[in-house]
């Protein structure tokens, strides 16, 4: 066996053994997700003072859906004394005039609304929160993205859980304003249903470390002061402040039955976007915190969780090369059949797909939702289809290549008759990428008839996923690209 046969056998091992390995701590978060205990809820009407809370709406450029989300903040049933909302508004264009109109509406019927701008972007939306939080009044800080639509009791089911001193950040769960939109948010929805159900409560129910997710939460003031403010050196400002916070002894609390309705993107370019942000800002959070957390007075398993929970956008590019390196590995296994006991650890991606069967179950049982096997199945194979473009975003995060904060763009679509072929902030799918995500559906179809020739099913499943995941990405990008 020649080197380049070695060097191909141990980079394939050493990404099936990640990939394993990050399912096993997903199966044991579902473990934990079962052995829940059920909350109960606070008697509200016992309640008698409640606390002084503002409300950060951080946005930028925002016109198809500022209204919508403020209309919903104005109708929090809170105590209108204790209620501070602040509009940290970098926009640049008519949102600044929409959003100018609707505050003096709401300030006039008596809501204490203030619409802060800044004379630059800098730090984006870290920077924004930042400096809202120098006139913040409350002693708690309700965060929402500019596309989520929280209920009018969401201040009222968050507030009342924190019941200690110690709780410095109450998450809330995402709902989705167009799940049923497309297959695209459909898939999109699938995904972030298993976070914040099975990984989110798995994490609370061990004591584990977890994650603001950004917005749908409340933070105690004191904590985020605690644990040095919001900084914005990382794309992921909410995972960064999180594990500050968490190093520092603060608790987070998350509460599964409550639900923030937000709209998910409905184009493959503002997906793309999207999944850039976050998996490159979770590898730049890794890069600043794994070592401190590996030294952290915490118990091993805890560590070991918050490992896997930094490294987890490190799954694309270990899936990016199983991916790719399994073509050659089919002709390896031919050539050299005396190490047939080797390629038998390929059976790792069978205990792997098991694995991550149960967990996405589990949350979908959860959820009541039906089609599990072919939307499993799909979110399966887009999600390998993404791994090309995250894994560029991972690399860059590593490396510690700095890029600017990209909003995904929000088009207000809730019904399927909602379009957004004619707004504005379009992000278009064409590069480079797009091209390579096209030949390398040819290359996994050239993975099947290899693995036909050579008379070797075993990854032809395999293969099957990877051209369905490839060639959707690429489809989108071009069909979505050519209707802009």
């Known amino acids: 066996m020649g080197t380049l046969d070695l060097i191909v056998l141990l980079l394939y091992g050493i990404c099936l053994a990640f990939i394993f390995s990050y399912s096993m701590a997903q199966l044991h978060l579902t473990i934990l997700y079962r052995l829940r205990k059920p909350r109960t809820s606070p008697d509200l009407q016992s309640i008698t003072n409640w606390p002084s809370v503002t409300v950060q709406l951080p946005v930028y450029n925002e016109r198809y859906v500022i209204e919508r989300l403020m209309d919903a903040v104005a109708a ?19 949102t600044y005039q929409l959003i100018r109109e609707k ?13 802060i701008q800044r004379r630059n972007r800098e730090g984006y939306k870290a920077g924004a929160l930042q400096h809202g939080l120098t006139s913040a009044t409350g002693d708690f800080i ?13 201040l009222k089911k968050t507030i009342p859980a924190f019941t200690d001193v110690q709780i410095g950040v109450v998450q809330a769960r995402w709902g989705h304003l167009n799940s049923n939109y497309s297959l695209l948010t459909r898939l999109q929805a699938f995904g972030l249903n298993a976070h914040f159900t099975v990984e989110q409560t ?3 129910t061990g004591g584990h470390f977890l994650n603001f997710n950004g917005t749908a939460g409340v933070w105690r003031k004191s904590c985020i002061q605690d644990a040095g403010g919001w900084q914005a050196d990382t794309l992921t400002e909410d ?18 039955n409550v639900t923030a309705p937000a709209e998910l993107p409905a184009t493959m370019g503002a997906l793309k976007s999207q999944q850039f942000r976050w998996t490159k800002g979770a590898a ?5 915190h794994l070592f401190t957390v590996l030294r952290a007075p915490v118990s091993w398993l805890t560590k070991l969780h918050a490992v896997f929970h930094l490294l987890n956008s490190s799954v694309f590019v270990c899936v990016l090369f199983t991916a790719i390196l399994s073509v050659p590995v089919l002709f390896i296994k031919h050539q050299q059949p005396q190490l047939a006991f080797l390629f038998k650890t390929g059976s790792l991606l069978i205990l792997s797909l098991v694995a991550l069967i149960y967990f996405y179950w589990t949350s979908l049982r959860r959820q009541k939702t039906v089609r599990f096997i072919p939307d499993f199945f799909m979110f399966l194979s887009m999600s390998m289809g993404l791994s090309l473009h995250n894994s560029l975003a991972v690399l860059e995060g590593y490396i510690g290549h700095k890029t600017p904060f990209i909003r ?19 992000i278009e799918s064409i590069n480079p990428i797009t091209v390579l995500e096209g030949m390398l559906a040819v290359y996994f179809c050239y993975g099947i008839a290899a693995g036909i020739q050579l008379r070797d099913f075993g990854l032809l499943p395999f293969h099957v996923m990877l051209v369905l995941g490839f060639g959707t990405v690429f489809f989108y990008s071009l069909f979505h690209s050519r209707r802009v």
């Open 103 to 115: 505050a003096e509406h709401y300030g006039q019927l008596g809501l204490n609304i203030q619409h």
């Open 142 to 154: 309700a965060i929402f993205d500019a596309d989520f639509v929280p209920p009018p009791d969401f």
């Open 284 to 288: 730049e959070t890794s890069r600043k």
């Open 202 to 204: 798995g994490r609370a």
């Open 408 to 426: 995904t763009p929000k088009y207000n679509i809730v019904h399927r008759s909602d379009s957004w072929q004619k707004q504005g902030y379009r």
């Open 239 to 256: 995972l960064d402040l999180s594990y500050r916070a968490q190093l520092k002894g603060w608790k987070f609390k998350y509460l599964e």
């Open 76 to 94: 929090f049933d809170y105590p209108s004394e204790k209620l501070q909302i602040q509009l940290l508004d970098d926009s640049t264009d008519d």
